[in-house]
């Protein structure tokens, strides 16, 4: 049963296992460092559909649909699904899973949705109220354009501090299976909003929340920066990585040397001309489904705390002038179970 | 140590790069300028085929506007752009791609809803305020006109 540790953070005492992962990612972040280590890369972006918006279900179908098959288990048993995605009523998950016919919980977190989504997961089988629990979410740079920014053909430049919506999409199953990458806590982090108010600056929007909530789940579990091989941050690019270890050393905590953030790991920052980074709930969730979790399951890493980070605005918001909220989940998760 | 915001937009400020302008600016006017020399030639040859002078201009206007909606259609226009900056905003080629790229991503929903409803989305503005510009200019040539 899970103990509450603090307002934020949860300690799951019998540690749940990430069972099975899954990521499928778009052409562009095929070609990029972590490439070979997806479990399919999509040249085609369309993903054969006729709109974005089904290419984006469709992604997160196969990719839950793969995960689901790694575990081998069939959707029917998956007793909860938690899942969410960037667009307007999230219709990518619902359009996409409303064929599998598993007890859905829908989420919205922004970009931090990979994170939400496994805590959430993760709280309910350390209680014992499901057997096999689902989470996933994913990002399609044509859908997110679309509905955030300009049509795809519209010729703009983007800002040096801009990143770059991931095509790509994460899922993972989580049971009792008593086998690495383990989930040992969570920490739900709040709101936060110090006022930034470029749409192109995402990083700097978030990168108050990454710092609460890692440095909430420090306090909370007594843990150093030292007690990770990896701080892992989702998607706050070059720009939200700066401030967030700026930030931190402000309160003499130190993670410059083993943080990492999923927006710098998934493209060439030099050659894939991405500016600030990856973004988008598929950035985080493809590469810890496709990299990180790997690396944890054969030891290579021990521990990482996976902190998704969210930026909670919508067009409107921006238009009406309003400065951009943050949100940042933190989930600690380990090679060994205790 | 709690940052304030004002402390927090100053470290904002600091961490973020500004735009390369010392590459946007030339660029800008190189491509933009290549656009002009291009929108000069159609003329000079619409001429030189028999149209008058008056109506060449007109011409080359309406090939240039063909010629970023097609390549808008190709994608490519945004690739050009992407480094032309406002040397492909300003000119007429930059008007045509703001009306054809709507087109394309709105036609998903609907020839009413989608592609007639949002086909301005973006050149809209440009028209309301260009043709409320033309009005005030209108009025201030017809005020000096009396004096």
């Known amino acids: ?338 | 140590m709690a940052v304030d915001k004002i402390e927090y937009d100053k470290m904002m400020k600091k961490a973020s790069p500004n735009s390369k302008a010392y590459i946007n600016i030339p660029l800008a006017f190189i491509i933009g300028g290549l656009i002009c020399v291009l929108g000069q030639f159609l003329m000079t040859s619409y001429e030189k085929l028999g149209i008058s002078t008056y109506f060449s201009g007109t011409v080359a206007s309406i090939t240039l506007i063909f010629l970023s909606a097609l390549l808008t259609g190709l994608n490519l226009y945004d690739n050009i752009a992407k480094h032309g900056g406002a040397g492909t905003l300003v000119p007429i080629t930059g008007f045509a791609n703001a009306v054809v790229a709507p087109a394309l991503e709105f036609k998903a929903e609907g020839l009413i809803l989608g592609l007639g409803a949002k086909l301005f989305t973006i050149a809209g503005p440009v028209i309301v305020y260009g043709v409320t510009a033309s009005v005030i200019y209108g009025i201030i040539i017809y005020i000096f006109k009396l004096v």
């Open chain 1, 1 to 338: 049963m899970s103990l509450r540790l603090s307002q934020n953070t949860i300690i799951l005492n019998t540690s749940p296992s990430i069972a099975s992962y899954a990521s499928i990612v778009g052409k562009k972040e095929g070609e990029g460092p972590l490439g070979k280590h997806f479990d399919f890369v999509n040249d085609d972006n369309t993903f054969g559909e006729s709109t974005w918006e089904k290419s984006e279900s469709r992604l997160q179908k196969d990719t839950v649909s793969k995960a689901i098959s790694k575990a081998n288990l069939v959707p029917a048993d998956i007793d909860f699904i938690f899942a969410g995605d960037l667009l307007n009523q999230c219709v990518g998950t619902t359009f996409g899973l409303r064929e599998l016919e598993i007890p859905f919980i829908g989420l919205y977190g922004a970009c931090s949705t990979m994170a939400e989504s496994i805590a959430m997961a993760g709280i309910f089988i350390d209680n014992d109220v499901a057997i096999n629990a689902a989470a996933v979410t994913s990002s399609h740079f044509c859908s997110a354009e679309k509905q955030f920014r300009f049509p795809l053909e519209y010729g703009g430049q983007r800002t040096p501090t801009s990143q770059w919506t991931a095509t790509a999409s994460g899922a993972v199953v989580i049971n009792k299976k008593n086998a690495p990458p383990f989930i040992r806590a969570v920490t739900i982090g709040k709101i936060m909003d110090l006022g930034v108010v470029d749409v192109n600056n995402m990083g700097a929007a978030m990168a108050p929340a990454a710092h609460y909530t890692i440095g909430k789940h420090l306090a909370d579990t007594g843990k150093s920066p030292d007690d990770f091989d990896l701080i892992l941050t989702g998607d706050l690019g070059l720009v939200g990585s700066d401030l967030l270890i700026d930030l931190l050393n402000r309160d003499g905590t130190d993670i410059s040397e083993n943080h990492n953030d999923c927006g710098l790991m998934l493209y060439d920052l030099d050659e894939q001309d991405v500016h600030a980074g990856g973004s988008g709930c598929g950035c985080s969730a493809s590469v810890l489904c496709g990299y990180i979790l790997d690396q944890i399951r054969d030891g290579i890493l021990s521990d990482v705390l996976f902190v998704a980070t969210g930026a909670l605005m919508s067009p409107t918001t921006v238009e009406q002038g309003e400065s951009i909220p943050g949100i940042a989940h933190a989930i600690h998760i380990s090679g060994k179970s205790e």
